[in-house]
């Protein structure tokens, strides 16, 4: 079992940065796939970043390459979303996300094993 606690969201203005943190519990963290997912109002939880266990091999949803980068600590058992140049269009709640499923590209949410609580980020413009 792996429950995951997210922190970091807020209010920011357009082209600001933000970091979001999520910290795991449970055995065996560096084995799981880890991601963000990203739900704005009335629309269904999208793919934002994943990151596999060894943290070398990441992938982005096109609306965020080049400005989000997600990284991890296995030591700690935290990830980390590290967002720049923040748009309006980013607002949502971020959710971390986890799957042990080797399978699992953790791509949709369906592939999801473990969901946290959420963070709202806010971007004004």
């Known amino acids: 079992q792996v429950q995951l606690v997210e922190s970091g969201g807020g209010l920011v203005q357009a082209g600001g940065s933000l970091r979001l943190s999520c910290a795991a519990s449970?055995?065996?963290?560096?084995?799981?796939?880890m991601g963000w997912f990203g739900q704005a109002p009335g629309k269904e939880r999208e793919f934002v970043a994943v990151?596999?266990?060894?943290?070398?091999?990441?992938y982005y949803a096109d609306s965020v390459k080049g400005r989000f980068t997600i990284s991890r600590d296995n030591a700690e058992n935290i990830v980390y979303l590290q967002m720049n140049s923040l748009k309006p269009e980013d607002t949502a709640v971020y959710h971390c996300?986890?799957?042990?499923?080797?399978?699992?590209?953790?791509?949709?949410?369906?592939?999801?094993?473990?969901w946290g609580q959420g963070t709202q980020v806010t971007v004004s413009s």
């Open positions: 996300a986890a799957t042990g499923r080797r399978s699992s590209g953790l791509r949709s949410p369906d592939e999801v094993d473990y």
């Open positions: 449970g055995r065996s963290f560096s084995t799981y796939r």
């Open positions: 990151i596999r266990w060894s943290g070398t091999i990441t």
